[in-house]
């Protein structure tokens, strides 16, 4: 494979990963060193809730969300938290919690923030909520400008389950895929006060929405891929942008294509596989998606597409199957491409291994070259397997594995690259 190599990419870099059973933990990755010993845990915050389950950095701040608030799970209602990242000029090392504030309803699983950085949002899976905060110039976060309580919008049998509150890339637009009602709703939050609903799209049942990613090919238009896990699916939507029309956004159909094998039909509910987790590359010619095998028997894989660039066809065959690869470690239940230009790094959480793994991309063809390192988090006990999020950051705080191993209880929830 021609794996294209530049300073940027081949620097160390610092990721984030949420903990369910402790906290934050920061490691160290430097691609420069031995696949064995390229990752060094370094820094860990346990004030972050009970059973922290996303984590996400923006600018010089990390922010959380977690099932509950504290460190117990009487609480009914989930914690938010933000903390700010050591400059490294005054020597303070790991993170300082400068925020924290309820979720506004229990089971905390999805956070984010806009592009501006002014507005975060936080999904509650169990509570069925979802919260809009303002986010003030210390990072800090106001009282929730808006709930939106599914509970009340949608009454019935069946509990929605946001599964992500994510922004698109005008940051106008939030998204929240409703899991168990098969069905993706979007509001507008052009300003705090007026976060209103402007449009939803109705999935076939059951799809099980999970989480999307967005392709922005110019101010007026963008791609958003939608990955389902009870049908393991991902579908193509083109977006246009309008600010005639009376939503001002316009979302049209154009593929559904298998997450498991190429050409294969949607599965149906109860199935072995579990699609998990969507990303796209940042010079727009790949999709990536993980799928998490039930059996445990058959390897878990990682499915990369390829976006294709020309507008003549129209986009019907916007994205083509390139292949299903086999993934290092159990149940991916989350994975971050690194934040340098180039991509050049996959981080995998692996929920069931409980380790973070982090793979070698080729730019070329796309597809998931060597392991360039891994790092265990596993316990010998543990009542929770955790491993969640993970994302890229390269501010360092510093603490020893020693102290992480006195900490810790249970495998990463999800990882982030700084």
């Given amino acids: 494979m021609d794996m294209a190599t530049n300073g940027a990419s081949n ?27 390229s990752i060094s845990i370094v820094g860990v915050s346990t004030d972050a809730g009970y059973m922290p389950g996303w984590v996400v950095v923006s600018r010089d701040k990390v922010y959380s969300i977690s099932r509950t608030s504290s460190p117990g799970s009487e ?36 956070c984010e923030v806009s592009p501006d950085g002014k507005t975060f949002a936080a999904a509650n899976i ?53 899991r168990t009602m098969d069905r993706v709703e979007i509001y507008s939050v052009r300003s705090a006060r ?66 498991i094998e190429k050409d294969m039909a949607p599965t149906p509910d109860e199935h072995k596989d579990l699609a998990s987790e969507v990303a796209v590359s940042k010079d727009g010619k790949f999709v990536y998606v993980s799928n998490r095998n ?57 929920q069931f291994t409980q380790d973070i793994v982090i793979i070698e991309r080729d730019l070329t063809t796309g597809l998931l070259g060597d392991v360039k390192g891994r790092v265990n988090l596993k316990v010998e006990e543990p009542h929770q397997p955790s491993p969640d999020k993970v994302v890229f950051s390269d501010v360092p705080s510093k603490m020893t594995r020693e102290d992480f191993l006195k900490n810790r209880a249970n495998g990463p929830m999800c990882v982030v690259w700084k």
Avoid: C
Avoid at 85 to 100: E, F, Q, V
Avoid at 202 to 208: E, I, K, T, Y
């Fill in 11 to 37: 620097a160390p870099h610092t990721l984030y990963v949420a903990l369910q059973s402790t906290g934050i933990v920061e490691i160290s990755f430097d691609p420069s060193k031995e696949p064995e010993k």
């Fill in 75 to 110: 609480d009914e209602s989930g914690g938010v938290f933000a903390f700010q990242i050591p400059d490294g000029a005054s020597g303070d090392r790991g993170l300082t919690r400068i925020d924290s504030k309820s979720s506004n309803g229990k089971g905390g699983v999805h």
């Fill in 126 to 178: 169990t509570a069925s909520t979802v919260s809009i905060f303002q986010l003030s110039e210390d990072g800090s976060m106001g009282q929730p400008t808006h709930i939106f309580d599914y509970n009340k919008s949608d009454p019935g049998p069946k509990e929605a389950h946001p599964h992500q509150a994510t922004f698109d890339p005008t940051g106008r637009f939030l998204f929240v895929p409703l």
């Fill in 194 to 259: 007026q976060d209103q609903r402007v449009h939803s799209i109705d999935l076939p049942v059951p799809a099980g929405p999970r989480h999307l990613a967005f392709n922005s090919i110019s101010p007026l238009k963008a791609y958003m891929y939608l990955v389902s896990e009870k049908d393991n699916t991902i579908r193509v939507y083109s977006v246009t942008y309008d600010d005639t029309s009376a939503s001002g956004i316009t979302m049209n159909l154009k593929q559904t294509l298998s997450t």
């Fill in 294 to 350: 039930l059996t445990r028997a058959e390897p878990d894989t990682m499915v990369i597409y390829s976006i294709n660039s020309d507008q003549a066809n129209n986009d019907e065959t916007h994205l083509t199957f390139i292949k299903a690869q086999e993934v290092p470690g159990k149940h991916p239940r989350n994975f971050a491409l690194s934040n340098d230009k180039d991509n050049k790094w996959v981080a995998v959480s692996n």
